[in-house]
């Protein structure tokens, strides 16, 4: 059974750091490109960034660039999300998703359960 | 960036009601078009992709139809499990961009 676990999230200050990961199960992790959508609270989904299979290639929404950095480890089955200077927009439900092997980009047919992100002082 | 103009943005219908959900994009991005539902506190959940195919294990009262611009999303029975929020998304060109979201409530 595919499962999608996230971990990390909590209330972080403006201006701090928090590191996002998501475990990774049932499926051969390292075969799949990889992604983060959020949801701040009430509002709609924005994707956040994707990574390759082998973690060499990555892309970002602008609101991120520059702050946020995604990443992998295939030998822990984990992908992470490395978030600097937080903003209060930043303030969401991070999910992780996977698409098929297929297709890098979508559709999404496996989400984590999503972990929260509090930024607020 | 591609944007994605779904409506309406709420609805309110009778069980046994057939639902209709349009999405509109800002350009032409062919039928990479994926349809989510997503309940109050879980995760979206796959429906429909490619514009028209059933994702396995979910039920044929839903379906999609449109390529181009222009897309219609269709619950045939409206079911009270079906109460949710229900979303648009293209992949026809980076960054993947969502709908604003169709609620969905049972009158």
């Known amino acids: 059974e595919v499962q999608l676990v996230e971990s990390g999230g909590g209330l972080v200050q403006p201006g701090g750091s928090l590191r996002l990961s998501c475990a990774a199960s049932?499926?051969?992790?390292?075969?799949?490109?990889m992604h983060w959508v959020r949801q701040a609270p009430g509002k709609g989904l924005v994707w956040v960034s994707r990574?390759?299979?082998?973690?060499?290639?990555?892309s970002y929404a602008d609101s991120v660039k520059g702050r946020f950095t995604i990443s992998r480890d295939n030998a822990k089955n984990t992908l992470y999300l490395q978030m600097n200077s937080l903003r209060a927009e930043d303030t969401a439900v991070y999910y992780c998703?996977?698409?098929?092997?297929?297709?890098?980009?979508?559709?999404?047919?496996?989400w984590g359960q999503g972990t929260l992100v509090t930024v607020s002082s | 960036d591609i944007q994605m103009t779904q409506s309406p943005s709420s609805l309110s219908a009778s069980v046994g009601d057939r639902v209709t959900i349009t999405c509109q994009a800002s350009q032409d991005i062919s039928n990479y078009l994926n349809w989510y539902q997503q309940k109050p506190g879980k995760a979206p959940k796959l429906l429909i992709y490619d514009a028209s195919n059933l994702e396995t294990g979910v039920p044929s009262r839903f379906s999609g139809s449109g390529s181009g611009t222009d897309f219609t999303f269709t619950i045939s029975s409206l079911q009270p499990e079906d109460i949710a929020t229900y979303y648009c998304?293209?992949?026809?060109?980076?960054?993947?961009?969502f709908g604003g979201g169709t609620k969905v409530e049972i009158k």
């Open positions: 990574i390759n299979s082998d973690g060499s290639s990555t």
């Open positions: 998304q293209q992949y026809d060109n980076p960054p993947l961009t």
């Open positions: 049932g499926f051969t992790f390292s075969s799949y490109w």
């Open positions: 998703a996977r698409p098929p092997l297929s297709s890098g980009l979508s559709p999404f047919d496996y």
